[in-house]
């Protein structure tokens, strides 16, 4: 597909890769395709119309233009993936109230990607609304700038001003791009295959009975999920982003190290990148951020995160594992605002120990749906019968493995240091990459967690 | 640039190259052990005491079908009363395995054993629950590696097949998950050097201790053989078997077909068992006339023949006894159709 590619001129490599996303699409379900057709459409003629009447000073009209992309996306996210939800809780508290209330039961299939394709063409609407953005003319571009394969079931959530000057403009591909998208292959491979897939097998075993393990085994499988978590989505990410270099395009980091995060906050600046600033830009900035009174920022704050949470899936215990985030950047904005003390090594070592076992625990309820099985994962926990169990050397081992990937690039804060130090070394590590991946996939197919959601 | 990116191509591939070119010193392949690729532990261990037999002596008989064959046919027991009767030596090998349908046994048979094997007769067992599923070897084998390479065949699957078949690096796809998992390696049943796996208690046994995890296999004889019969109930594993004649034919073999005895209470639970039994046995012998194939049936058209609970250790698989006497009848009936 690349030899074909490369060998395109411009415009016609835009046609190639509108027609490769809609195949690659389609070949999951080719019914939903048509959900992206209509995000796409609307949100063309809303860039189009709304840019036409802002600039003729009718902000009214420009208005009315961005509610209808709104609508419409969040009309095929509701629908789609939260009718259900609303539902049954509707129907769940009708029924605690005594009330009689029936809703037509659906069986509706999630879409693949639906969650990260609507948040990227609703920014695009916004930002042209906004004026930050002159809207796209050429429908191809657009098109692909909705539908573009790498990232389009999984993210990043890539903002308009970023990416579609990118589809605009010739791409100049140059040895480092396949060196760069090499290196982010391999380490997405490694992250997804190598730590997520065999580190999630592990963990499965003691979330599917948390009743029956041992304290050391829960908590190793809570370590155990949280690499697969990380390895899987930022495995993904990276595979995304190495693939979309190979052909020219740069797409955002989605993560920095979440684990090396000091606090939560500096978590949330780290994990799902890509995410995290769009709730920040769509949804906190414009509910006030911190602009207001300490309460006001509290109340955006766990809006945001609740909101946050909800995004990842239709069910309580997302809203659940939101809401604590939310908690705890409130709690971590009080801390900070009543206290002064120097940064030192020691406090970030101890911060980064402390963030990384809350938001370890916090995966917990974010992987277990059932309430029970939350609180037998926290009882067990509770127990303190922690004694020796191979599980450990398994934990220890995907650490190790995911701090040799982690490691070099924070502390060179370069993410492509094998690279650029190393360029020749590159072609055997990718090759050794190949290898461990080869013995390490059992032939079994376990596909990423978010795209889900 | 297109010269830089070529050497990055060559690194790469040489490397994974050096890394099969590894696997294969001896020291270093022991070091790092094939998984088991098959869907069962059973088929290597067969692949293992086929490969020993063939270095001492040729395999005249081959016995294919499910783990009924695996457990109610005695290889040795067969050899010592065919070669008594036939005034020659014979020496037969079990395949059978656990839990396949008709169209898994072509896929093993196709793919395997008659690349192994090249055996005078193969001998196919069937029971009645066999012939009437329509279930195909692509969905039993969903989730393991080889089988499912075979049964989709296309580039994909043969491209699959074939690095399972010549790469000692792909042989080892997993093995790094497994160690990492502590998984304990997949065993199959004990088996002698022929193929044949040892046998459980009697369903006698298993029914006076009440504790026996086989006495599941006596729950189900209450449901008996009761559902609609018609033409078309076995149409799906009569087309099967054609395909495996045809295989064994191409291979050179002689086919067999041989009607597998069930403990008679399910078809007799069911309200018109007995013309039901007759039924199958009537389609397997009009279907074995039309293509020329041999049918043996040791139970003589009668489904109370095999009925004693000491022959068997669950509905349709037998103890030492039951196979015991199988094999004995099944190598009488084979001496006076061939010798």
Redesign the interface.
């Known amino acids: 597909m690349l030899i074909v590619y490369y060998r395109l001129t411009h415009r016609w490599q835009n046609v190639f890769l509108l027609i490769a996303s809609y195949v690659f699409y389609s070949a999951w379900d080719y019914r939903f395709l048509s959900l992206i057709l209509i995000s796409t459409g609307v949100d063309y003629l809303v860039g189009l119309r709304a840019h036409a009447a802002r600039e003729a000073g009718r902000s009214k009209v420009a208005r009315r233009f961005l509610l209808l992309s709104v609508c419409t996306n969040l009309g095929i996210l509701g629908f789609f993936k939260y009718y259900g939800f609303f539902v049954d809780s509707a129907q769940s508290l009708a029924g605690d109230l005594g009330l009689d209330f029936v809703a037509p039961s659906l069986t509706i299939v999630l879409p693949v990607g639906i969650s990260f394709y609507t948040f990227q063409t609703m920014s695009y609407a916004i930002d042209v609304y906004r004026g930050k953005l002159a809207p796209t003319r050429n429908l191809v571009d657009f098109a692909v700038y909705v539908a573009f394969f790498p990232q389009l079931v999984a993210g990043p959530i890539e903002r308009a001003t970023h990416l579609i000057p990118q589809i605009q403009s010739p791409r100049a591909i140059?040895?480092d791009d396949?060196?760069e998208g090499?290196l982010l292959i391999g380490t997405g491979l490694i992250r997804k295959v190598?730590i997520a897939?065999?580190a999630g097998?592990?963990a499965d075993t003691y979330f599917s009975a948390p009743g029956k393990a041992s304290s050391t085994q829960l908590l190793m499988a809570a370590y155990l999920y949280s690499m697969q978590i990380y390895g899987d989505f930022s495995g993904y990410s990276n595979i995304a982003r190495g693939t979309a270099r190979l052909m020219g395009f740069d797409l955002i980091r989605n993560f920095h190290h979440p684990y090396f995060a000091v606090s939560v906050a500096d978590f949330w600046r780290r994990w799902h990148i890509s995410l995290s600033t769009w709730l920040r830009d769509y949804l906190y900035i414009p509910l006030g951020g911190n602009r207001g009174s300490a309460r006001r920022t509290q109340i955006n704050l766990m809006l945001t995160m609740l909101l946050g949470g909800l995004w990842h899936g239709a069910s309580w215990n997302f809203v659940i594992w939101g809401g604590l985030h939310g908690i705890y950047l409130v709690v971590h904005r009080f801390v900070r605002s009543h206290r002064r003390a120097q940064a030192t090594k020691i406090g970030a070592i101890f911060g980064a120990f402390l963030t990384f076992h809350v938001v370890t625990l916090t995966w917990i309820p974010f992987r277990l749906t059932a309430f029970s099985d939350v609180a037998a994962y926290f009882e067990g926990l509770g127990r303190f019968d922690f004694s020796y169990d191979?599980?450990l050397w398994?934990a220890v081992?995907f650490a190790v493995v995911l701090l040799l990937i982690d490691g070099p690039q924070a502390i060179t804060n370069d993410e492509y240091v094998l690279a650029r130090r190393w360029p020749g070394a590159?072609?055997?590590a990718?090759?050794?990459v190949?290898?461990?991946v080869?013995?390490?996939?059992?032939?079994?197919q376990t596909p990423f967690i978010y795209f889900q959601f | 640039?297109s010269r830089?990116?070529g050497?990055?191509?060559?690194?790469?591939?040489?490397?994974?190259l050096?890394?099969e070119g590894l696997l294969r010193i001896p020291a270093v392949a022991d070091a790092v052990p094939e998984?088991n690729p098959y869907y069962h532990g059973g088929v290597q261990e067969r692949i293992d005491a086929l490969e020993a037999l063939q270095a001492e002596s040729d395999i005249d008989v081959l016995f294919i079908g499910s783990s009924v064959v695996r457990s109610n046919v005695s290889p040795h027991v067969f050899d010592d009363e065919a070669s008594i009767a036939l005034g020659r030596p014979i020496t037969s090998f079990n395949v059978g395995g656990s839990g396949l349908h008709l169209d898994s046994v072509r896929l093993l048979y196709e793919r395997l054993w008659s690349k192994l094997a090249e055996p005078d007769y193969v001998v196919q067992f069937v029971r009645y629950a066999e012939l009437r599923s329509d279930k195909t070897a692509q969905e039993f084998f969903a989730?393991?590696?080889i089988e499912?390479a075979w049964a989709e065949g296309g580039i994909a699957g043969s491209t699959r097949s074939f690095l399972q078949e010549h790469s000692a690096?792909?042989r080892?796809?997993?093995?790094?998950?497994?160690w990492?998992?502590?998984e304990k390696p997949q065993r199959g049943y004990k088996i002698d050097d022929r193929g044949h796996s040892e046998s459980k208690p009697s369903l006698s046994e298993a029914l006076a201790t009440r504790d026996h995890s086989d006495i599941a296999g006596y729950e189900a004889i209450a449901s008996g053989y009761g559902d609609p019969l018609d033409e078309e109930t076995f149409a799906t594993g009569l087309a099967v078997l054609e395909q495996t004649a045809q295989l064994v034919e191409d291979s050179g073999s002689v086919y067999v077909i041989a009607n597998m005895p069930e403990y008679p209470e399910k078809f007799l639970a069911a309200p018109d068992g007995e013309e039901r039994y007759q039924f199958y046995l009537d389609t397997l012998e009009e279907f074995a006339r039309e293509h020329g194939i041999v049918f043996l049936d040791v139970t003589g058209g009668d489904a109370n023949d095999f009925s004693a609970m000491e022959l068997y250790s669950d509905y349709h698989h037998f103890t030492e006894t039951g196979a015991t006497r199988l094999s004995k009848d099944l190598a009488l009936a084979f001496a006076i159709t061939f010798g």
């Open positions: 140059s040895l396949i060196r090499l190598v897939d065999v097998t592990i191979p599980i398994s081992f590159l072609a055997p990718f090759g050794i190949l290898i461990v080869l013995l390490t996939s059992g032939g079994v | 640039m830089s990116v050497r990055i191509v060559v690194g790469i591939i040489a490397t994974v050096l890394a998984r989730n393991n590696d499912r690096l792909y080892r796809r997993g093995v790094l998950a497994a990492l998992s502590h």
